[in-house]
């Protein structure tokens, strides 16, 4: 067994969960779409709660990879940055007919009720994404883009929140208009310079 094995088990997992919620994914179907043999789930995981806590941390991996590749420029502007980031997530979202939404802002509504280990994991995947956008909000406000008395935590916290509810409301139309109505507000009046 190899380490490669279990990012197999969790790639072909987050993506069922990611259509079809974690509930009604069963670990046959998540070995079957890996190419590997029922023992290989038991060997990495002890079960499948364990492997849906592993499949936050795989989330959290991505979006944490995305957010580096387009935050972490300190060339362009902060605030600049902020807004290609959530365009290039429209953008995305718009190619894919408005589906899937955030893997967990799901995860937090199929499982943040009913599982406390769930709950707790996926507060700390919410927090992670606050605290890169809070760091940019500091750098816009150390710039004067912001005023001095932004509360920056309190803003960070309510733009994830606002997406997380702009996708749930996109998922439930599936239009473009709340993403577009999301990045209007967000930028052209909350943030706006």
Known sequence: MTSNTRQRILEAGAQLVHRQGFNHTGIQEILRAAGVPKGSFYFYFKSKEE?????????????????????????????TRLERFFAQSVQ?????????????????QEMGDINPAFRQRLAQALDYMADWVARL??????????EPHSDIRGLANFIIASWQGTLIRMKACKDPEPLEVFQRVVFGRLLAR
């Not at 492997?51 to 941390?57: K, N, R």
């Not at 995305?92 to 937090?108: E, I, K, M």
């Not at 909000?137 to 710039?143: D, K």
Request: net charge negative; hydrophobic share 35%; charged share 20%.
């Open 137 to 146: 909000l500091e750098e816009a406000r150390q710039a004067g883009d912001l």
């Open 92 to 108: 995305h979202y718009c190619q894919t007919g408005c589906s899937g939404g955030c893997p967990v802002g799901n995860l937090t």
């Open 51 to 79: 492997f849906g806590l592993a499949l936050i941390d795989h989330f959290g991996a991505y979006w944490r990879q995305k957010a580096e590749e387009m935050l972490g420029d300190k060339s362009i502007p902060p605030l």
